[in-house]
């Protein structure tokens, strides 16, 4: 796949050397821990804090991400594919991985200039994590992005429809760590099958992934009601797993049985839920549901058979 035309990004083997930031949303931080299980990021589980997830990412530390989600390798050499990134600048690592992502056809190098240490949009940053991950999925070829108009608009359409953020327009906003973290989490996740997303906030850009807790494993577990839930300081009961599970038992199906299944956050006249969508297998019937996040009741529930 040829003549890529999106402007893209770069790397960090060592996600952990820039400016103290506490950030720790709950989920974030479990997707920057399921990174570094995966060999991708440096492990900071021990101290969460030093993740800085809420630090802009730099093109030269997002290629590390990059790298790790499409499974490539790092260079063993620098052969100077850009004129701002060498051996030794801007340090001893980044050209050895935006070079790898160069030979992997993940990022081009028909602008001699990488700007390794430059922010990148929020939209570049997605656009580079899918081209890294799901590029047999979505054809990033310019004839394809021209055709369709706005491929900004395109590539959060497409994340969106895969249940990997949520919609978001602030297309050129400069990228946070816990944002490349949390979209790199989740397109893993949806590769091994997992592609459950859940927003911890009512802002429409938070994005993240949490497959961590399994209370409702047990089929005797009830969800104690929890009083006066807000949407700016709100407690909730069950989990996103949880959320997803009421309604496929609902349905009478199992996740084996549905896809593009996804979970996220909606907030109604100050209360919190879960909204669940999800799609049977070999048939049009969509599922929708909207869980109150309190209680586990299903509160809303449209079956389209399209």
């Known amino acids: 796949m040829k003549n890529r035309n999106l402007t893209i990004l770069g790397a960090v083997a060592v996600l952990s050397i820039f400016p103290f930031t506490v950030n720790n949303s709950f989920a974030s931080v479990e997707n920057a821990n399921y990174l570094a299980q995966k060999g991708i990021i440096v492990d900071k589980s021990a101290k969460p804090s030093e993740y800085n997830l809420k630090n802009n990412i730099l093109r030269q530390e997002i290629a590390v991400v990059a790298l790790g989600i499409y499974g490539g390798t790092t260079q063993n050499y620098c052969s100077g594919k850009f004129l701002d990134v060498s051996a030794t ?69 497409f994340a969106v429809s895969k249940g990997l953020v949520s919609n978001f327009k602030d297309y050129n906003s400069f990228a946070t ?25 009512s802002g429409e850009n938070s994005i993240f992934n949490t497959n961590n807790l399994e209370r409702y494993q047990k089929s005797d577990y009830v969800p104690t009601p929890v009083q006066n839930s807000n949407q700016t300081n709100f407690k909730t009961n069950i989990s996103s797993t949880e959320a997803k599970n009421i309604a496929l038992k609902n349905a009478g199906l199992t996740e084996n049985q549905v896809f593009g299944l996804f979970v996220k956050d909606d907030f109604d006249d100050g209360r919190h839920y879960f909204e669940v969508k999800f799609y049977q297998n070999n048939t049009r019937k969509e599922f929708e549901y909207k869980i109150d996040s309190s209680n586990g009741r299903i509160v809303e529930f449209d079956l389209d058979n399209n």
């Open 177 to 201: 760590r816990d944002f490349v973290f949390d979209v790199g989490a989740n397109i893993l996740k949806y590769k091994e099958g997992g592609n459950t997303i859940i927003n911890t906030d």
């Open 89 to 157: 600048k801007p340090n001893s690592w980044a050209c050895k991985t935006i070079e790898a992502l160069e030979k992997y056809d993940v990022i081009s190098d028909d602008n001699r200039y990488f700007r390794p240490q430059a922010k990148v949009t929020k939209a570049e940053a997605l656009g580079m994590l899918i081209k890294a991950g799901l590029d047999k999925e979505y054809d990033f070829d310019s004839d394809n992005i021209r055709s369709k108009g706005n491929w900004q608009k395109q590539v959060v359409d």
